[in-house]
């Protein structure tokens, strides 16, 4: 099992990385493009709105863009299944999209190899939407690895403090 949020953080973050192999690739083979502070505003704006579109459809009940009906879909998980998995660092999708982003970055131009941020984007949005359903339904959301079929949600309440004891155990205050 991993946690639901952690997945897509690591495979953004994972992408993140290979994009910008890419750029290196990019800049060591056709040099560096001229930047004008214009047009890094405009990049950023509309990165941002592009995030927030996405974060807004990840949020939402749609069916074919939504994760809401997927978080509610999810089945109760029991302790002993918890502990078989443990996450870490998507390695064949980061070595997947470094090899894509240098052919990229051969064959097109310098900025070519940005396009990946696109779907970086989108994975830090599900992992907001996620962490965001997690704590308002006050439950951890786990993504099963089956390699029989498609990977599926599965929760565990996340689980309050233990309250603070003094040595004697009088009330705090």
Do not use: N
Not at 105 to 117: D, E
């Amino acid at each position: 099992m991993v946690r639901y949020v952690h997945q897509e953080l690591g495979t953004a973050l994972a992408l993140l990385a290979a994009t910008a192999v890419g750029v290196v690739v990019a800049v060591a083979v056709h040099g560096s493009p001229p930047v004008r502070a214009d047009r890094v505003w405009l990049v950023a704006v509309l990165a941002l709105g592009y995030l927030l579109l996405v974060t807004l459809l990840r949020g939402s009940r749609l069916r074919w863009v939504g994760e809401v009906r997927r978080f509610e879909a999810a089945v109760p998980m029991t302790g002993r299944e918890l502990g078989r998995h443990r996450g870490r660092f998507p390695l064949p999708i980061f070595v997947a999209f470094v090899v894509t982003t240098s052919v990229f970055a051969l064959v097109g131009g310098p900025l070519i190899p940005l396009l990946p941020l696109l779907p970086t984007l989108d994975w830090l949005a599900k992992a907001a939407v996620g962490a965001h359903w997690e704590r308002g339904h006050g439950r951890l959301l786990w993504r099963e690895r089956d390699r029989h079929g498609p990977q599926g949600l599965s929760y565990t309440p996340i689980t309050a403090p233990a309250p603070t004891r003094t040595a004697t155990d009088a009330p705090l205050g």
